[in-house]
């Protein structure tokens, strides 16, 4: 296992976590945060998070260039949706 690398996205933060077979990534910003499939999107919506969910990514890049492809309630009342890229809900979740 790797160290956690921590690093400012914008008005956001990114973790960013090596794992040994695949890369755990989470950006939060003011409202909300994009995650990678390793974090549970029932769990987000029964937390009340605005959340949106992208998956087979391995740096932020991918985050924001990914298409959504699961979104918390929350998040989809603030105006993110499925099949926007990780970019565009960032914006909103921001």
């Known amino acids: 296992m790797r160290p956690v690398e921590v ?3 914008g008005s956001a933060t990114g973790v960013h976590v090596k794992l040994p077979n695949a890369d755990f990534l989470l950006i939060v910003g003011g409202r909300g945060y994009i995650m990678c499939g390793y974090l549970n999107m029932a769990s987000a919506e029964e937390k009340g ?5 992208v998956t087979g990514v391995a740096s932020f890049a991918d985050v924001l ?6 979104v ?5 009342e603030l105006g993110v949706r499925e099949a926007m ?5 960032l914006a909103i979740l921001s």
């Open 85 to 89: 890229s990780g970019k565009e809900a």
């Open 7 to 9: 690093e400012n996205i």
């Open 49 to 53: 998070d605005a959340a949106a969910m």
């Open 72 to 76: 918390s309630s929350k998040a989809r």
């Open 65 to 70: 260039a990914s298409k959504i492809v699961a």
